[in-house]
């Protein structure tokens, strides 16, 4: 019985994650891990029993996680055969559209999920807003989320389909207009 409870015991510390490790899935990334070391300690801290690496609920963790950082699609976690010395595999949203608005910037990506961060520094379709509505007016949102998500649902869609590559998003200051600049035409 002794050297039984000294097993569940061992199993116990042994699953028990101290130290929180955080990976890229995609290489050459130079993404802010102290970000994201955080976020994975504030969710320990809400949830202390899933220190132990057999009590982690993976569904709930990668929900919160997405929440807080909308930048993240996808989250893994690797760990040994006994559950303990877990390693946190994050991988990031890569954007397709930029849209600067009130001093801030915005990324989105072919899904439609927009957030701050972009990993990857490419060049992407610039979304010009000549509507004239400030993010001030509008409680501090550029745009409405839905609006967003059509957005860069069409410019994945429209790369996507062969017709072209959109190079620029124009909103002008009319209504339920958006205008689609294609490469190489003038149009």
């Known amino acids: 019985v ?12 042994a699953s028990y994650t101290r130290t929180v ?6 290489s050459g990334l130079s993404a802010q891990k102290q970000l994201y070391v ?8 809400k949830h202390p029993l899933e220190h132990f690496g057999f009590m982690l609920n993976r569904k709930q963790f990668s929900e919160e996680l997405a929440v807080a950082h909308p930048e993240l699609k996808s989250i893994d976690v690797d760990r040994s055969w006994y559950g303990g010395a877990r390693a946190f595999v994050f991988g990031f949203r890569k954007p397709i559209l930029r849209w600067d608005s009130g001093g801030k910037t915005f990324y989105v990506d072919g899904q439609g ?14 979304v010009s807003d000549q509507s004239g509505i400030s993010p001030t007016d509008n409680g501090g949102e550029i745009a409405s989320n839905r609006l967003i998500a059509f957005l860069g ?5 429209v790369d996507a389909g062969d017709k072209g590559k959109v190079t620029d998003i124009i909103i002008p200051a009319s209504t339920r207009e ?6 190489g035409r003038g149009y």
């Open 2 to 13: 002794v050297l039984v409870l000294i097993g569940i015991l061992g199993y116990f510390v």
């Open 21 to 26: 490790v955080v990976e890229y899935s995609q």
């Open 38 to 45: 955080a976020a994975v300690n504030e969710y320990f801290t």
């Open 113 to 126: 999920v927009a957030f701050d961060y972009d990993y990857f520094g490419g060049q992407y379709v610039k």
């Open 153 to 157: 649902k069409m410019v994945g869609a």
């Open 178 to 183: 958006i205008d689609l600049k294609l490469e």
